[in-house]
C-alpha cells in the first residue's frame, strides 16, 4: 500500500494544485492517469476509493472551469458533472469493501458533500439535503457539510410557496449555517457564503416560537406505527419531512399552487396531480403492508391449492411478492404521468404514443436536443426533474446512467411489464444450472432494496413537478389582466 500511498498522495495534491491554477490540460491529464490506475487488477479497495474520490474531484474542476461561466441554465450533456457524480458514487459504493474504514471515512463523508453540492447545482435539491444528511450521519461535526445543508435549505424554502413551511426550513437552516461558520475546518471564503445566506434569512423567524402538538395522540397503533414509518423514510408528500421528524409533518399536505386558467376551464392539472399523489400513497402503504408480512411464512388463502413447478433455481411466489410487483409497477408509471403533466402543461406538442419521462424534454432524442420551450424556462425545480430522468437512462453512447441502479430499475419495469421478473431466494450466477436466461432473475432482497428506492426517487419527482409548476405560476402571472380567484375545497 506504502507504494500506492506516494502515488495517489501525489495526484491529490496535483490536482488541487491545477485547480488553483486553472490549469485545465493538466487536470485531464490526472483524469487520464487515474483512469488507467484503475483498471490495474492489483489495485487495492483502499486505493481505488482514494483514486476515485481524486477523479470525482478533477471532473468536478473542470465542470467548474468549462461549464460554469455558461449563463444558460439548461447545460445538458455535461460530461464533466456527470462523471463527477459517477466517481463520486463509486467511491462511496466502496465503503462497505475497504478494510481501512474508520482511517478513510474523510473519504465517504466528502464524498456525500460533494454529492450534496453537484447534485444542488442541478436543481435536485432534494437528492442534495439526503447527501449532505449522510455525510453528517458519519461525521456530525464537518463544517462543510453543515453549510452547505443550510444553504440548500434555504434553496429548498425560496422555491416553496407555502411560507410557513418556507419558514420552518428557515429555522433549521440557520442552526446547521451557524455550525459551518463556527467549523475550524471550513475555509474562509467558504464561511463568508454562509454568511451571506443566513443574513437572507428573517430575524423575526428565528425568534418565533413553534411548540407543535402530538398528532400522533389520538391514533390507533397499527396507524401510529404506519406514520412513524413514512416519517422516519422520508416518505410524506411534505417538504418539511426533508429534514423533520415529528409528528406534526406526518401528514401528505402538498398539493398545486395558485394556477392561472382561462375561466371556461376546468381544473384539470389539479385532477391529474390528485390521481398521481394518491397512486404513490396507496403504492407507499401497500410497500408498508408487504414489509410487515415478509417474514410470514403462513400462506395467504389465496395462494391455497395453486399448482407450481419446482425449477431448482430458488424462486418463490405467492400473494404478496405479487404486491411487491404491483408497487413497482405502479410507481414507475407515476414517472411517465409526470411527463403526460408536463407535455400538457409547457404545450411541449409531444405525441401522446410517445410520452415518457426520460423522453418528453428533448426536441430531438438521438441528437439530445432539448425542447426550446423548456430551454427557455428559468426554473431551477424543472431542471431537477430532468437531472432525475437523467438518472433512470444514458444521455449518451459514452455514458452510462449515472446512478448504478437505475438503469436496472428501468430494466425491471420492461420486464414486469412484458416479459417476466423471477423472484428468487438466492442469487443465481450466470453459469450455475439455476440460472435462467428467459426471465429477469432478482433476489427478494435486492428487488426491495429497489422498489424502497423507487418510493424515494417517485417523492422526489412529485415534489419538484409541484415546486416547477409554483415557479413558472409566479413567472407567467399576468399582472395586466382581471384574475378572479376560485376557491378549491379540499375532499
Known sequence: MDNWQNIVNSISMGIDTSFDEKDEDTLQSFVNKINQLLVDETLTVDAKIILYYDLGNAYSYLDSLRNHSDK??????????????????KCINLQNECKHKNELQNFFVQSYTNLGNLFSESGRLIYAIDSWK???????????????????????ARSLYDPNHAALLCKKAN??????????????????TFQKYKNFINPDLLIQKFEPSDYFNDLTDQERDYRKWVLLNSLF??????????????????HLPNMVSPISEPPKFHGLFNEIKQQFISSRYLY???????????????????HLMNTFDYSIYGYKYEILKIVYKNLYSILDKTAF?????????????NIAFHTIWYEDKQKQTINSKIESLNNNPLRGLYYLS???????????????????????????EHRYVKITQFKNSKNSYGYDSFAYQITIDEFER??????????????????????????????????????????
Open 175 to 192: 442552526n446547521y449555517l451557524d455550525n459551518g461558520i463556527k467549523s475550524n475546518d471550513v475555509y474562509i471564503e467558504a464561511k463568508e
Open 450 to 491: 429497489k422498489t424502497d428506492k423507487m418510493l424515494h426517487y417517485v417523492r422526489e419527482a412529485i415534489i419538484y413537478l409541484s415546486l416547477a409548476v409554483h415557479t413558472n405560476e409566479e413567472q407567467i402571472y399576468p399582472e395586466d389582466k382581471f384574475v378572479a380567484s376560485i376557491k378549491m375545497e379540499e375532499i
Open 390 to 416: 437523467k438518472d433512470f437512462h444514458s444521455d449518451t453512447e459514452y455514458l452510462t446512467s449515472t446512478d448504478y441502479d437505475a438503469q436496472e430499475l428501468s430494466d425491471i419495469r420492461n420486464f414486469l
Open 134 to 156: 449522510k455525510a453528517l450521519k458519519i461525521n456530525k461535526d464537518f463544517g462543510m457539510a453543515q453549510g452547505n445543508l443550510g444553504i440548500g435549505l434555504i434553496t429548498y
Open 288 to 306: 408498508y403492508s408487504y414489509l410487515q408480512q415478509k417474514d410470514d411464512f403462513e400462506k395467504h388463502y389465496s395462494d391455497e391449492g395453486i
Open 341 to 353: 403533466f408536463l407535455n400538457e402543461y409547457l404545450q411541449l406538442g409531444v405525441n401522446i404514443r
Open 72 to 89: 444558460k441554465l439548461w447545460v445538458y450533456n455535461n460530461f464533466e458533472h456527470i462523471n463527477a457524480i459517477k466517481a463520486y458514487r
Open 237 to 254: 408528500i411534505n417538504p418539511l419531512n426533508d429534514i423533520y421528524y415529528e409528528s406534526f409533518v406526518a401528514h401528505d399536505v402538498m
